[in-house]
């Protein structure tokens, strides 16, 4: 049974960080491409982060190239977003996934940047 559990999250001001991390388990780890989405209340879900299996390639979406660094630890079944100069657009329910073909969601955690 696949699944994801998602930590790190909190309330942080404007220009904070925080290190985000997900343990999976249940498909080989190290065989897929893997993704951080995030969604905001009444928005689709959205990728925001990419990296490839052996995490020599990463691709981010224009929002948050440049503040923010997908890695992942294929030994232990971990993925990690480093959030830096974090915005209050940022607010959202961060979560992770396969990148092409995902499995079902985990419970995600939520970051809320004020202002």
């Known amino acids: 049974q696949v699944q994801f559990v998602e930590s790190g999250g909190g309330l942080v001001q404007s220009g904070g960080s925080l290190r985000l991390s997900c343990a999976a388990s249940?498909?080989?780890?190290?065989?897929?491409?893997m993704r951080w989405y995030r969604q905001v209340p009444g928005k689709e879900r959205e990728w925001i982060a990419h990296i490839s299996e052996t995490g020599s390639s990463t691709n981010y979406v224009a929002a948050v190239a440049g503040r923010f660094s997908i890695s992942r630890d294929n030994a232990n079944n971990r993925l990690y977003l480093q959030m830096n100069n974090l915005r209050p657009d940022d607010t959202a329910v961060y979560y992770c996934?396969?990148?092409?073909?995902?499995?079902?969601w985990g419970q995600g955690t939520q970051v809320i940047v004020s202002s």
């Open positions: 249940g498909f080989t780890f190290s065989n897929q491409f």
């Open positions: 996934n396969a990148a092409f073909s995902p499995y079902s």
